[in-house]
T-cell receptor
């Protein structure tokens, strides 16, 4: 297992288009998190899953955002009708419930909306 | 409200010196804290964590100190090396039931001068 993988690494899209990002967590991790990070800021929580259940969504996650984890393994984050304010790094992390050691983050997907 | 903040945006140290990065948190109910290191273009990397029932924890070249009385967290790096140059974030988990949602501070940039 090579850690948390995110795809794509970079995405440039025109305003109004839809984009989808994928996250493959560490295989034995049952929790998966999405964060958003803008330049010079710390990551902001968006949502998280325990297995396939989405347990919490931030108020930052407008109705244009949707996340899924259909089989409790990989997850997708879709942004519909992208806006320039959506430009950010989208980070995925995973962890094992009850185990210390923080989360393992992926390298992120850098989204630029033009 | 809930917030995690760092005292200084940038810390510059000489190679070989010890570094101390500080963090203040606002929620006295927070029970788990993590320090992350983030290099340019990468996701945050776990450094060390500490639970609220401890006031000190040591790792390899790093020590985290927790002062719950004043709600202060610090990361000490011994014999700082050029490879330690990065942005450092503290994060707290302050929600009941160990939901796993972390709140991050804005980060401190550590610059190591050769």
């Amino acid at each position: 297992d090579t850690g948390v993988s995110q795809d794509p690494r970079h995405k440039i899209t025109k305003r109004g288009q839809n984009v989808t990002f994928r996250c493959d967590p560490i295989s034995e991790h049952n929790r998966l998190y999405w964060y958003r990070q803008t330049l010079g800021q710390g990551p902001e929580f968006l949502t998280y899953f325990q297995n396939e259940a989405q347990l919490e969504k931030s108020r930052l996650l407008s109705d244009r955002f949707s996340a899924e984890r259909p089989k409790g393994s990989f997850s997708t984050l879709e942004i519909q009708r992208t806006e320039q304010g959506d430009s950010a790094m989208y980070l995925c992390a995973s962890s094992l419930l009850g185990q210390g050691g923080g989360y393992t983050f992926g390298s992120g997907t850098r989204l630029t909306v033009v | 409200g809930e917030s995690v903040g760092l005292h200084l945006p940038t810390l510059s140290v000489q190679e070989g010196d010890n570094s101390i990065i500080n963090c203040a948190y606002s929620n006295s109910a927070s029970d788990y804290f993590i320090w992350y290191k983030q290099e340019s273009g990468k996701g945050p990397q776990f450094i060390i964590d500490i639970r609220s029932n401890m006031d000190k924890r040591q790792g390899q070249r790093v020590t985290v100190l927790l002062n719950k009385t004043v709600k202060h967290l610090s990361l000490q790096i011994a014999a700082t090396q050029p490879g330690d140059s990065a942005v450092y974030f503290c994060a707290e988990n302050n929600l009941p039931g160990n939901t796993g949602k972390l709140i991050f501070g804005q980060g401190t940039t550590l610059q190591v001068k050769p």
